[in-house]
């Protein structure tokens, strides 16, 4: 069965986010909620993030970084990857035809 | 010293109490990181409300209930709770025995007697209840006090055996309870209900016995080990 970010449901957007801001590398949850909101402009809400994390850490499309720390950090697992690439082409595609339309109007 | 992180200091603390809205298995693998989040970044009123949806949500999840891996741990603390259950059975039936003979030598209940065995008898172990939960308190813990209950455990910690003596404790009130007639204004459904009420009483009480027992504690602690181990996280259950 093919994995795409939609199954989160609600999440997808959150969890989309969580994904691109993992692409750079290992980030514990702060770290992705700055990084989210220099992206977007928004902050997430902590139980947002953590419900987010939850459910991509269940999908294994990320995983925890062995730490003490209390601030554990996670990245992307290959299944992740994909589907992070995945939703990206799939946007390139959305934004190349939305770029036609508006020339063409 | 960390540096003071801007937003509301209630908020954040409110933010941090909020946390034990979650779902058990759900701080047992998030609490610490979500407070060490909580602690760094700058927490407002729209955080808190966010938080608390959150924990809502994570209730009407199916994981609230899919997270819990059965450990020993949990085993025996669900064995340990059903052994409590069963002797609050046990005593409610030697109240009945008793009341029965008392009923039988015409013994008479007055209305001082009455009150007086329920406001010694009930509420004695609830006093002692809430002076343990005092010791949740980080302003106790870390006051003369705090020191003084460090170094003799008993004073703040409730053991197996004090949940059974307070669990006996109750027996005079569950005989008076069960030698009085039914008041006639009962309806159907509270006549049902009264020849138990006592019993209820006495498995709430010992609920929260049990809930505040340096066991629980303890087997509590092994559990969330058990369940932060890396076999069996993360944990196969149903889609969301």
């Known amino acids: 069965m093919k994995q795409s970010l939609d199954s989160l449901g609600r999440f997808s957007e959150a969890g989309f986010h ?6 750079e ?19 997430p809400g902590p139980g947002t993030l953590y419900a ?14 062995a730490s003490d720390d209390r ?12 589907v992070l690439r995945a939703r990206l082409a799939a946007l390139k595609e959305v934004s190349r035809i939305a770029q036609t339309r508006l020339a063409d109007a | 010293m960390s540096p003071r992180v801007p937003g509301s200091d209630l908020a954040r603390t409110t933010a941090l109490r909020l946390l034990q809205w979650y779902p058990r298995p759900w701080r047992a693998r998030y609490e610490h990181e979500m407070q060490a989040l909580i602690e760094d970044m700058p927490v407002g009123w729209g955080q808190v409300a966010n938080l608390a949806g959150a924990a809502m949500r994570e209730w009407l999840s199916p994981r609230a209930f899919g997270w819990p891996a059965r450990s020993a ?3 025996l603390q669900r064995a340990r709770l059903y052994k409590f259950i069963a002797f609050a059975f046990f005593l409610d039936g030697i109240a009945r025995i008793i009341a029965a003979r008392l009923v039988n030598a015409q013994f008479v209940f007055s209305d001082e007697l009455q009150r007086n065995i329920s406001l010694i008898f ?4 609830l006093i002692r209840v809430a002076w343990c939960l005092l010791f949740h308190m980080r302003r106790v813990q870390h006051s003369r006090l705090g020191a003084f209950a460090d170094r003799h455990v008993w004073v703040k910690q409730i053991s197996d055996w004090e949940i059974v003596a307070w669990t006996v404790w109750y027996l005079p009130p569950m005989v ?3 030698a009085l007639p039914i008041p006639d204004h009962y309806g159907a459904f509270m006549r049902a209900v009264q020849p138990f009420e006592q019993l209820y009483m006495v498995w709430l009480s010992t609920f929260v016995l049990w809930q ?4 629980t504690a303890r087997i509590r602690k092994v559990h969330t080990a058990f369940l932060n181990r890396r076999k069996v996280w993360p944990p196969k259950v149903a889609p969301l």
């Open chain 2, 122 to 125: 009930l509420f004695l172990p």
């Open chain 2, 212 to 215: 505040v027992s340096a066991r």
């Open chain 2, 73 to 75: 741990a949990g085993r």
């Open chain 1, 18 to 23: 969580i994904l691109v801001a993992l692409a």
């Open chain 1, 52 to 65: 987010a994390i939850a459910r991509l850490e269940q999908k294994r499309w990320i995983e925890p970084v």
């Open chain 1, 25 to 43: 590398g290992p980030k514990h949850g702060y770290a992705m909620m700055q990084d989210i909101e220099q992206m977007t402009g928004s902050r």
């Open chain 1, 71 to 82: 601030r554990r950090p996670y990245r992307l697992t290959n299944e992740g990857r994909k």
């Open chain 2, 176 to 178: 008076v309870r069960h």
